[in-house]
């Protein structure tokens, strides 16, 4: 096991009807802005769930952080949050609005534009705004991690940044507030939580038993629970299991002490960034032309992987990793994720602009052996095809 460092400051409440502890976790005397969405907590009463609970605070609102948010729209926050003296802020909504907030959050209290907090991957934020977080989309693990994804849509770029300083101060998990998400989404948020656990469990053996069995763990449970969550949307222990995944998925303990790979992220962002599919969506496309151009450096992972999560023991290797590979494939289509690059009519002539900006954003030297240069990328691309 490598030596590692883990930290996580952000308290969960977890169950349903723990939006009406909120008042105990929001300081009493807090200038508070509600950070929102496009609208679906007016539909599925969170939003009146969440005014009724802050009744004794003062609360103003900023909604439109649209999904994949931007530093256009998250500009304007800020300036709200400056204008109102705003010292506490409160997300409500999926991944796009917790980061959104934590953009805001960082962005406020910094003396130069913001923008510069994606160029230097956070490494100029030294302070942050508390906020807490009510998830209502499980699948990116914001709510429990220091990470954040922003757009620039006048320059088609999607940065991520880091920062100890943006976990949030707790995050509400009310497992019957995603019975409302469409089919689309629920999709996309086990598919997302699956490739987060694989980013940091599909690379080389370090020994590290623990995290390798919490891995596959978290992946079990997707696999059981995700058909579920479509078939019966109104379950509450289905939602639970997945939502409980999700946050596991990325908040620091399984990447802990093992190496990570991220490669398929990094080029799903291009993805979005340039051609707008859903972020679960280009995973779905990535990862498994990422594991079987790569599988040499992956081999015994892979075996494992194969063995522990599919229960694939017979056969080659070769064959054995195919399969495997062959039957995450196959998850990810039943939860209704198309898994190749002409289902979102992207075609080779596409792939060029990919490689242009990766290269433009440094991103040549990816994966746990920093070993995915722009050719190994072309070749995962073209098999994606
Ligand atoms: O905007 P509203 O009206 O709220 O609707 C949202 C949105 O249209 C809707 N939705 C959310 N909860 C709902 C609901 N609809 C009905 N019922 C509910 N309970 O779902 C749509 C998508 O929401 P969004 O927040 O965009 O989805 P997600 O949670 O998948 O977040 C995606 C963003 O997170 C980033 C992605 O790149 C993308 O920008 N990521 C963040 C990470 C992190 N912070 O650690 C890691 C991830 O790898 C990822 O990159
Ligand atoms: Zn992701």
Request: aromatic share 8%; glycine share 8%; proline share 4%.
């Amino acid at each position: 096991m490598l030596n590692f460092d883990f930290y996580n400051p952000t308290q969960i409440l977890f169950g349903e009807g723990q939006i009406a502890s909120l008042a105990k976790h929001v300081p009493a005397n807090a200038r508070v802005l509600l950070v929102y969405g496009g609208g679906s907590i007016k539909q599925n009463g969170v939003y009146d769930e969440v005014i009724a609970a802050l009744a004794g605070h003062h609360v103003t609102e900023f909604s439109g952080v649209e999904p994949n948010p931007s530093y256009e729209t998250l500009m304007r926050a800020i300036e709200q949050v400056k204008a109102e003296k705003i010292d506490f802020l409160l997300a409500v909504g999926g991944g796009s609005v917790i980061d959104g907030t934590k953009f805001i959050a960082a962005g406020a209290l910094l003396d130069e534009d913001p923008w510069t907090i994606l160029e230097k991957h956070g490494a100029n934020v030294s302070k942050a705004m508390p906020f807490g977080a009510i998830l209502t989309l499980p699948a990116t693990g914001s709510e429990m991690n220091s990470a954040s994804v922003v757009t620039r849509k006048s320059t088609q770029e999607k940065f991520a940044f880091m920062n100890r300083n943006v976990y949030p101060k707790f995050a509400i998990l009310d497992p019957s507030k995603t019975y409302s998400l469409p089919v689309r989404q629920v999709g996309n948020g086990v598919v997302d939580a699956f490739a987060h656990v694989m980013e940091q469990y599909m690379t080389y053996p370090v020994n590290a038993k623990v995290q390798d069995r919490f891995a596959e763990g978290l992946l079990l449970t997707l696999i059981e629970e995700g058909p579920q969550a479509l078939a019966n949307p109104d379950d509450y222990d289905v939602r639970a299991n997945v939502m409980w995944c999700a946050t596991l998925a990325l908040n620091g303990l399984i990447g802990s002490g093992v190496p990570q790979d991220w490669a398929t992220h990094m080029v799903g962002h291009e993805l979005t960034a340039l051609y707008h599919l859903d972020h679960a969506q280009t995973l779905a496309v990535i990862m498994p032309s990422m594991l079987r151009v790569r599988k040499e450096g992956k081999r015994a992972k892979l075996l494992q992987f194969a063995e522990r999560v599919w229960g694939l023991t017979g056969g080659d290797q070769d064959t054995r990793i195919e399969a495997a590979i062959t039957r995450m494939e196959e998850f990810f289509e039943k939860m209704g994720v198309k898994t190749r690059l002409g289902d979102y009519g992207l075609a080779a002539k596409d792939i060029d602009a990919v490689l242009a900006v990766l290269e433009k954003h440094r991103m040549v030297k990816l994966g746990e052996h920093r070993d995915v240069t722009l050719a190994v990328t072309r070749k995962v691309l073209e098999l994606s095809l």
